[in-house]
């Protein structure tokens, strides 16, 4: 926890000592310690769940899409952990990273490549692209320090809208991707039906209280977590955060937080490259042109219901915001839709996702 | 002091001097002199006469030029680009919509849509002032997810709120389930209230077109409202807290209060702006319209070569100029050019942004230069 956080805890014993004015000190205390918003988006998760069980809705199938849509957003949230880890903020470029992911499953795709082989080649171009960007993207925010989200946010814009431009003009000639009229520029949403849809969700999957598990998704998520938690660990790692905490001091050391700044992008834009081809799998479909153009602000709302700052992000902020947030989204749907008519998850989406950037935005002493 | 004119560039760089300011001239004029390239190239190719761009500017220009100056203001304050002045558009549409709901039409109708507007922009400036200040050093990204939240709100108010909680006796403006507005809203009542108070029109490819006078005038005079409030106390005070904040504070001036002031000033004169623009138009996309005002805004501001830390008045009016230029040109140029008018959409869109980005990535570099 951050420090703030730390502090009423010291002061907790001699409160409670004054009787029921201590227990009500002590309530408050973990209420701060969970952080207000949190708890406000925890009830509200409760709360639908509550409805889903009175309107007696299919709660197994609720939970099922719960869990797959966990899985499948996890790696993209993680992605963002380096960055904060590094000193970069919150990336707001993941576009970046995602675009290199989404251009690896379209070669594949291209070059008809099916099955395990599809899902390793589209990973690995992926990765293979989301370096020189992810080496180009830390340069750039190294040059740019103070300005890092608004700059990555834009960039990630102009990337995404460059790139609609590339996949209209871009010679992929396989008619299962272009447009039947005209045989030339990629269709909007490209299927993996025949290719590697959901291999890494059926991977191993199984059925408990009529939920089902996609195992292999899972934990490939978990996987991811605990290379990153055993990155931080290494050499590279250690130094990384150490730059971050404390540049001068660990100028010192000799570590220059211009190399590990770039570094920690770097790991970003990768993972991201790789989240996004997860992400496919799971979803079945690559989405194109404007599709990723908005998907940096769900992963980072992830992390700070999570309780993560702007400067400060933990796994376990991770795991509890995707587990919290995606499974708000996927059961709002279904739950407003008995209540009320339109689509009320989305504007619940952007309330809760745009309000709790905004919280950590103005969170005093988090810079 | 602080209180001197000086330009806010030579904060950035302190280490300049004579000789290169010739360079610094230039460096200004290129991003400029770079999209009217651009907007020739565009021209060229798609084959376009004078009198078909003159037609489309004259709407174009009339619409959007009141929102680019919205923006001049948080600039001179060190606020930076207000990507808040989405909020201050919704006012603007709330206005619309219940002039519409209450069947005002006309002049006084465009009025009456002001008045409802001003003080709801007014309170929302003081919301998002509070954010800004709440958040020094990073606005800009605050003002721009603010839009994105305040947008939830709005859908939350129009979206469900409006005939269910909120009685509304206008059956034709919700969506069939009783609740919950229309995707678009007719604005018949208003259309060219302010363009055809007083009607000019001139023949331009053999048939008359509009010339929105009074939109000018009222443009011209906002335009010089922002000249004088540079000489005014309050505009001084913001130019010495553009340039830096701390010195401004031990000089006295209230920057915490002035920052607010400022935010509201943009947020009202947005809320106006996009009153022009829907007026124009004659149509609101309920849930639509106001989402790129903040983008395209800011982007035509950077066209003119105007940076994060300084912006004129010249500067707007000659970006929204050169921007709606290429947003005109670029989609004929993209069909001329590639048989697709598609590309030249996204060649637009992609324009926009990465100007923004180019801004950004200058002003960020700047910033950190004049630190070492």
């Known amino acids: ?367 | 002091m602080a209180t001197t004119p000086a330009p806010a560039a030579r904060r950035a760089e302190p280490g300049m001097r004579g000789g290169s300011r010739v360079r610094r001239a230039f460096a200004s004029a290129s991003v400029p002199l770079l999209f009217a390239l651009l907007c020739a190239a565009g021209i060229w190719i798609a084959h376009l006469g004078p009198e078909f761009l003159l037609r489309e500017l004259l709407s174009r220009f009339a619409r959007n030029a009141l929102l680019v100056t919205a923006l001049l203001i948080p600039v001179l304050a060190g606020l930076g680009l207000n990507f808040g002045i989405v909020i201050g558009a919704m006012a603007g549409q709330i206005g619309a919509i219940l002039v519409t709901y209450w069947n005002v039409g006309g002049i006084g109708g465009f009025a009456l849509a002001i008045a409802i507007a001003t003080p709801l922009a007014i309170l929302f400036g003081l919301a998002t002032g509070a954010l800004f200040n709440a958040s020094k050093g990073r606005e800009m990204v605050t003002g721009f997810i603010a839009g994105y939240f305040a947008n939830g709100l709005y859908q939350l108010l129009f979206l469900f709120a409006v005939g269910s909680v909120i009685p509304w006796h206008a059956p034709h403006m919700l969506l069939p389930q009783g609740y919950g507005l229309r995707n678009t809203v007719d604005l018949l009542g208003i259309q060219y209230a302010l363009d055809d108070l007083i009607k000019v029109r001139i023949t331009l490819e053999g048939s008359p077109v509009r010339v929105p006078v009074v939109t000018f005038a009222l443009i011209g005079l906002m335009c010089a409202f922002n000249v004088f409030f540079q000489r005014t106390k309050l505009g001084q005070e913001l130019r010495a807290m553009g340039q830096d904040p701390g010195v401004a504070a031990t000089a006295g001036i209230p920057v915490d209060r002035n920052r607010v002031i400022a935010t509201v000033l943009s947020t009202v004169f947005a809320a106006w702006g996009q009153l022009f623009f829907l007026q124009n138009l004659g149509t609101l996309n309920t849930y639509s319209s106001h989402e790129q005002v903040g983008i395209f805004a800011i982007a035509a501001l950077l066209v003119s070569g105007a940076t994060v830390s300084r912006a004129t008045v010249w500067q707007a009016l000659m970006g929204t100029l050169l921007f709606h230029t290429l947003f005109v040109v670029s989609p004929l140029a993209g069909k001329a050019l590639a048989g697709d008018a598609q590309i030249g959409e996204y060649f637009r869109v992609f324009v926009a942004y990465a100007v923004i980005t180019v801004a950004l990535v200058l002003y960020a570099w700047q910033v950190k230069q004049g630190k070492r």
């Open chain 1, 1 to 367: 926890m951050s420090e703030r956080a730390i502090e009423p805890r010291a002061e907790g014993p001699a409160e409670s000592r004054a009787g029921r004015s201590g227990m009500v000190a002590v309530v408050r205390e973990h209420l701060r310690e969970i952080g207000i918003p949190r708890f406000l988006i925890g009830l509200f998760l409760l709360l639908l769940f509550a409805v889903a069980v009175l309107t007696k809705m299919d709660l197994p199938s609720l939970i099922t899409d719960c869990v797959l849509r966990i899985g499948r957003n996890g790696i993209l949230v993680l992605a963002l952990l380096p960055a904060v880890q590094g000193g970069v903020g919150l990336n707001f470029g993941l576009p970046l990273g995602i675009v290199c992911g989404l251009l690896g499953c379209v070669v594949t795709l291209n070059a008809s490549v099916g099955g395990w082989a599809g899902l390793g080649l589209a990973t690995l171009l992926g990765i293979v692209f989301a370096i020189p960007v992810g080496l180009g993207y830390g340069w750039l925010l190294n040059r740019t320090r103070g300005q890092e989200m608004m700059v990555g946010t834009y960039l990630g814009f102009s990337i995404v809208s460059g790139m609609s431009i590339f996949w209209t003009m871009a010679p992929f000639r396989n008619p299962e991707l272009v447009w039947a009229i005209g045989g030339k520029g990629l269709r909007t949403t490209l299927t993996l039906t025949n290719s590697f849809d959901k291999l890494l969700d059926k991977l191993g999957a199984f059925q408990i209280a009529g939920v089902t598990i996609p195992t292999g998704t899972l934990v490939l998520f978990a996987a991811a977590c605990v290379m990153v938690s055993l990155f931080f660990r290494t050499r590279m790692g250690i130094t990384i955060s150490a730059a971050r905490s404390n540049p001068r001091f660990a100028l010192a050391c000799g570590i220059s937080d211009q190399r590990t700044r770039v570094q920690a992008t770097l790991f970003s834009t990768v993972l991201a490259a790789i989240g996004i081809v997860v992400f496919c799998q799971s979803y079945g479909f690559v989405q194109l042109y404007t599709a990723p153009l908005l998907m940096a602000f769900p992963a980072v709302a992830c992390l700070l219901i999570g309780g993560a700052s702007v400067d400060r992000a933990t796994l376990v902020h991770v795991i509890i915001g995707t587990v919290l947030f995606q499974s708000i989204l996927t059961v709002a749907l279904p739950v407003t839709s008995q209540v009320v008519q339109g689509d009320f998850s989305e504007t619940a989406r952007l309330i809760i996702q745009n309000g709790m950037i905004l919280y950590a935005l103005t969170r005093k002493g988090s810079r």
